[in-house]
Structures are given as structure tokens and as C-alpha cells.
């Protein structure tokens, strides 16, 4: 296996585009590692990206945050500027695994792993995230819900690596929330998750973001479920629309940590509740 | 053999050893560097007795490549003891009897030094979620809670 460590995101994606065998990105490696670990993969090539600076940084400016590829969870969690304006994606990343894994896991490798049930990524989408993607000769900038396309599957092109991903400026009175519902409190996989961005104006939904995790193979936005609550106060007749909403997007498996029937009902309780911490952080009153 | 040669720091001594590209820093600790504190328990991140400190932060020495310590500081349960003194973590341990085989405990040391390095007095539930990571099969965790509350209470005594 040889092992990189580029400084360059450019450099990286030139080295990932050469290989001829398999060529895999490292940034925390709570993903890769196990991977390696347990035979899945046997990696011919392993560029490690945190060398880089330009992966390495959170920076704040007009147009919102841009949040490096290897920024790990734990720094997420300590920036305040950033809890404060999106604390529903910080929430959500600061979810995965214990402190020894928040050391070192990031949002772009929760991103690029591909898990139906990745707590970060439906946070992101809710948000209107974008990926800045480098490649070999190109750079291209892509919404987050485009990213995942399966099961462990991405739309990136062989040599193409993300770099950053970006949150949009935030407009006053806006909040964002994830929940996820898990048998334990900790170190855990999401058996269901929502998560919610919305804006308001004078105490009503103005914009809305709604996505479920693990409940198709795919993280889903649902605009069927914002068009639910747009315009109202959240009350209960609109809370009650957002869940069927949900409900009806869901394309859940059966497996032993949650039946069809299960997930498709509790994705709509999870909605709701994370509707109103969203509503609450933007300064709503219920 | 063949392998890269990585220049790192180890509690504080500057420490260099060859390994492989794909052996984990668990690994190299172990049978290179000769420091066996750290623990395999499982090798794939979920039980935390491989726990160290890298460039301050907490990780699991099992989900680390042994090249990426290349320029990195790291911290393991060796370098608890100061002048040949036992940390007071240590002496709390023992004192409340927090643990029985003993696999997981340099993990639970390294992971309550730095929990409490951040929050010099913790509840009992940021105890106990702080110290998720780390999983023992002997105490039930109250005997761990104990000795990390009656630790942080000594140390706190101690800074004043």
C-alpha cells in the first residue's frame, strides 16, 4: 500500500486520478480504518488529505462558513460562531461515535462513506450545503444532496475529492435542528433521523428545509413536508400534515434494529419535534 | 523489513521506529515502541482501550495509520506517571477499585485525564458520557464514575 500525503487538494486529486489500483482518500479514517481492518477493502493507494491546508480550516465570511474536509467533529463543537449560526449540523456531526471518534471523524467523511444513516448528512442537505469538489484539471461546487447516490455510493468521478463544504449565510430569525432515534443514548447508529432548517418572518415559516436519514438508501428532502408547514405557526394541524408527509416519502428496509412499519411511523414524530426545535432556535414562541 | 520511517513524539520523548504503511498506530506502539499500555480490544474504534492523545486530542490508537504519527505528539498511559508518581487518576482507581482484568483501564485513564482536563468537575451523567467510548465488561462503570468524580475532586483541591 503506498501511502501520500499531499499538500495540495490538487496534488491529491492528481494522485487519486493516477492510480491504477484502488485509490482511497483518508481524512479521520474512523470509516477507512474499520474498513481496512475488517478486509473489506485492500487499498492499493491512501492519500491522506490532512496535510492540506485548505482542508484543514472553518472560515466565516459574507457568504456563510466554509467547513474544511478535515475538520473533525470536536473542533465543530467548539467554534461558537458556528454552533450559533447553524447548530443543527453541529448537533448532528457532534452525534457520531464517542469523543475518541469526534477527535478525528468529519462531515465530508460521513458524507463520502455514503450510510443511509449518517447523522451529519441530513443536517447538511436541511441546510443547503454545498460541496466544493477538486479535481485532477476542474473544480466544482455541488449541492450535498447530490453527493450520495446509494449505499456506499457517490456521484464523484475517479480523482475528484471534496475539499470543503459550505453553509450559507444565515438570514435573521432562522434555526435548524436534528434528531435521531437510536435504542441507546450513545455510540449508536440512526434507526430513523430528521432534520429541519427554516427561516421565519413575524412567528411564520417563511423557508423550509425537511430531510429524513435511514429511512431510504439515500438521505431524502422532502419538499412535500416544508410545503406542510410553510406559512403557519406550526400548530397542530400543520405538524400533523408534516408527518404524513414524511411518512408517505419513506422507503425504509426491515432489518432487527427497526421494522417498515416502525421507521415509517417515528420519522414523522422525529419531524415534528425537530420542526419545533427549529422553530424555538429562530426565535419562535409555540 | 520494509517500511516508512516516522519520527514522532511519545509523552514527551522524541521516539522513531519503521512500520509498515497499513499497521495501525495501535500496533506500532505495541511492538515497536514497546509501549503495550495501549490495548486491542476490538480494532475497529468501539471500545476504546487502544485510547492516546494525539496532538492533544483524544482517538483510538486502532483507527490511526502508524505513518500518520509522522510530526504528531502523542500521549499514552505511560506518560501518566510523573517522577515515577502514580496520577491521581491512577491512585483513585486503585483506591475505588475500578477495575478487575484491567484491558480497559489505560484506556479509562487517558480518556478521564483528558475529560477532566476540559471539565475539571463533571457531573456524574458527563462522566458517563464523556467515558462512552471507552466500554468495560468488569466494573459496571460505577466503580470507574467514582474514582473519576473522587480524582477530580483531588485535583481540584491541588490547584488551589
Known amino acids: 500500500m503506498r501511502y501520500e500525503t499531499p499538500t495540495t487538494t490538487k496534488e491529491a486529486a492528481t494522485l487519486l486520478y493516477k492510480e491504477k489500483g484502488k485509490a482511497y482518500v483518508l481524512a479521520g479514517g474512523t470509516d477507512l480504518l474499520v474498513r481496512m481492518k475488517m478486509d473489506m477493502i485492500e487499498p492499493d493507494l491512501v492519500v491522506d488529505i490532512k496535510r492540506i491546508p485548505a482542508t484543514k480550516a472553518i472560515t466565516k465570511s459574507a457568504v456563510g462558513f466554509k467547513i474544511g474536509a478535515t475538520v473533525c467533529g470536536a473542533v465543530m463543537g467548539e467554534h461558537s460562531a458556528l454552533v450559533k449560526a447553524w447548530p443543527g449540523v453541529v448537533e448532528a456531526t457532534n452525534l457520531i461515535g464517542s469523543d475518541q471518534i469526534q477527535g478525528r471523524c468529519t462531515m465530508v467523511g460521513n458524507l463520502c462513506n455514503a450510510s443511509p444513516a449518517a447523522d451529519s448528512v441530513p443536517a447538511m442537505i436541511a441546510a443547503g450545503a454545498k460541496a466544493v469538489i477538486v479535481g485532477k484539471d476542474k473544480r466544482r461546487t455541488v449541492a450535498v444532496e447530490k453527493i450520495v447516490t446509494g449505499p456506499g455510493k457517490t456521484s464523484l468521478a475517479k480523482g475528484e475529492l471534496i475539499e470543503a463544504i459550505t453553509l450559507p449565510a444565515r438570514p435573521p430569525r432562522s434555526g435548524d435542528a436534528y434528531l435521531r432515534f437510536t435504542p441507546r443514548t450513545e455510540m449508536d447508529i440512526a434507526v430513523v433521523s430528521a432534520a429541519v432548517s427554516l427561516t421565519l418572518l413575524r412567528g411564520v415559516v417563511k423557508s423550509v428545509r425537511v430531510v429524513l436519514g435511514a429511512v431510504a438508501p439515500t438521505a431524502v428532502l422532502v419538499p412535500k413536508a416544508a410545503k406542510a408547514i410553510i406559512g403557519t405557526k406550526l400548530d397542530d394541524a400543520a405538524l400533523e400534515n408534516l408527518a404524513a408527509a414524511c411518512s408517505e416519502a419513506c422507503n425504509p428496509i426491515d432489518d432487527k434494529r427497526g421494522t417498515i412499519e416502525y421507521r415509517t411511523k417515528v420519522v414523522g414524530v422525529l419531524a415534528k419535534r425537530a420542526a419545533k426545535i427549529a422553530y424555538q432556535r429562530a426565535g419562535g414562541v409555540l | ?160
Open chain 2, 1 to 160: 523489513m520494509t517500511g516508512v520511517l516516522v519520527s514522532t513524539t511519545v509523552n514527551g520523548d522524541p521516539v522513531q521506529f519503521a512500520c509498515p504503511t497499513n499497521e495501525s498506530l495501535l500496533d506500532a506502539l505495541r511492538n515497536r515502541v514497546g509501549l503495550t499500555g495501549v490495548k486491542e480490544g476490538c480494532g475497529t474504534g468501539d471500545c476504546g482501550a487502544c485510547s492516546i492523545t494525539l496532538d492533544g486530542r483524544l482517538a483510538c490508537s486502532c483507527l490511526v495509520l502508524g505513518v500518520e504519527a509522522e510530526g504528531r505528539t502523542i500521549g499514552t498511559v505511560e506518560g501518566l506517571v510523573e517522577d515515577g508518581k502514580l496520577h491521581t487518576l491512577q491512585e483513585k482507581f486503585i483506591e475505588h477499585a475500578a477495575l478487575q482484568c484491567g484491558i480497559c483501564t489505560p484506556g479509562f485513564l487517558v480518556a478521564a485525564k483528558v475529560l477532566l482536563e476540559n471539565n475539571p468537575n463533571p457531573t456524574e451523567d458527563q462522566i458517563r458520557y464523556g467515558l462512552a467510548g471507552n466500554l468495560c465488561r468488569c466494573t459496571g462503570y460505577d466503580k470507574i464514575v467514582k474514582a473519576v468524580q473522587a480524582a477530580g475532586k483531588e485535583m481540584r483541591k491541588k490547584k488551589r
